[in-house]
């Protein structure tokens, strides 16, 4: 049965039990994305900096917290990151005389949007927000502490080839799949789940589980290069939690 077949197949079979009376909140429950043992959860970047408050504030991100909570309840595996920046990080505009926020430089892995001082280590700004509650997380990863190299990417830095570890470790766990949440959907979520696909892992995107920055376009530019490479964009509703 081909990929044409299988789907007039499927599109048949849904028709007929709606005709059939299958309510059809039963037949949303039947398409419905069940979190397997093979799945990871990867929260990305919810942190003090990049809520209202913070050094980076994403606009609304706070909101994402209390579903994100939910959802993740739903996950055996979950994964949190954060931004993890030393003081005078090569990202930030205040290390360049008379360079100011968002502005771009060229750096040595390409160019690099200069952003206030955020996420400093140890500092209260770089903590996960305070009412994120996912006591079951099995692992921190921390990205963007090398010092003259930013980091986006849950899975390698701003070259695009130096990796965290995030790679080897869902590999050895046997995890396939990884779905999104966090904070920007244009920066760090997107480059995250672009870089999963790279790696051969399935990524999902929790649209409203994210907020983006949207900086020139960019959230729109982030869902075209992400819906591309195969990443798919689903809602929480789409989940069994």
Same mark, same amino acid.
């Given at each position: 049965?081909?990929?044409?077949?299988?789907?007039?197949? &499927? @599109? +048949?079979? %849904?028709? !007929?039990? #709606?005709?059939?009376? $299958?309510?059809?909140?039963?037949?949303?429950?039947?398409?419905?994305?069940?979190?397997?043992?093979?799945?990871?959860?990867?929260?990305?970047?919810?942190?003090?900096?990049?809520?209202?408050?913070?050094?980076?504030?994403?606009?609304?991100?706070?909101?994402?917290?209390?579903?994100?909570?939910?959802?993740?309840?739903?996950?055996?595996?979950?994964?949190?990151?954060?931004?993890?920046?030393?003081?005078?990080?090569?990202?930030?505009?205040?290390?360049?005389?008379?360079?100011?926020?968002?502005?771009?430089?060229?750096?040595?892995?390409?160019?690099?949007?200069?952003?206030?001082?955020?996420? &400093? @280590? +140890?500092? %209260?700004? !770089?903590? #996960?927000?305070?009412? $994120?509650?996912?006591?079951?997380?099995?692992?921190?990863?921390?990205?963007?502490?090398?010092?003259?190299?930013?980091?986006?990417?849950?899975?390698?830095?701003?070259?695009?080839?130096?990796?965290?570890?995030?790679?080897?470790?869902?590999?050895?766990?046997?995890?396939?799949?990884?779905?999104?949440?966090?904070?920007?959907?244009?920066?760090?979520?997107?480059?995250?789940?672009?870089?999963?696909?790279?790696?051969?892992?399935?990524?999902?995107?929790?649209?409203?589980?994210?907020?983006?920055?949207?900086?020139?376009?960019?959230?729109?530019?982030?869902?075209?290069?992400?819906?591309?490479?195969?990443?798919?964009?689903?809602? !929480?509703?789409?989940?069994?939690?």
């Amino acid at each position: 049965m081909n990929a044409s077949t299988r789907r007039e197949f &499927v @599109q +048949g079979a %849904a028709t !007929s039990m #709606l005709l059939a009376g $299958l309510p059809a909140t039963a037949l949303a429950q039947a398409r419905k994305v069940k979190p397997t043992a093979s799945d990871v959860l990867l929260v990305v970047d919810v942190q003090n900096c990049f809520v209202p408050g913070g050094t980076l504030p994403v606009k609304d991100g706070d909101q994402i917290v209390p579903l994100i909570n939910r959802i993740a309840a739903a996950f055996q595996h979950v994964v949190l990151t954060q931004d993890w920046h030393t003081p005078g990080h090569a990202s930030f505009a205040s290390t360049y005389p008379g360079k100011k926020p968002f502005e771009t430089i060229s750096l040595a892995y390409g160019t690099q949007v200069l952003w206030p001082d955020h996420c &400093v @280590q +140890g500092t %209260a700004d !770089s903590d #996960l927000h305070k009412d $994120l509650r996912i006591p079951h997380a099995e692992l921190i990863i921390r990205k963007g502490y090398r010092k003259q190299m930013d980091s986006y990417s849950a899975f390698f830095e701003a070259d695009g080839k130096t990796p965290t570890g995030l790679v080897g470790y869902l590999r050895e766990r046997g995890l396939k799949q990884v779905f999104l949440t966090g904070l920007a959907t244009d920066f760090c979520v997107a480059w995250s789940a672009l870089d999963a696909r790279k790696a051969g892992f399935a990524a999902l995107v929790i649209e409203d589980a994210t907020r983006g920055i949207d900086a020139g376009g960019s959230l729109a530019k982030a869902w075209q290069d992400m819906l591309g490479a195969g990443v798919k964009r689903i809602q !929480s509703t789409d989940l069994e939690i």
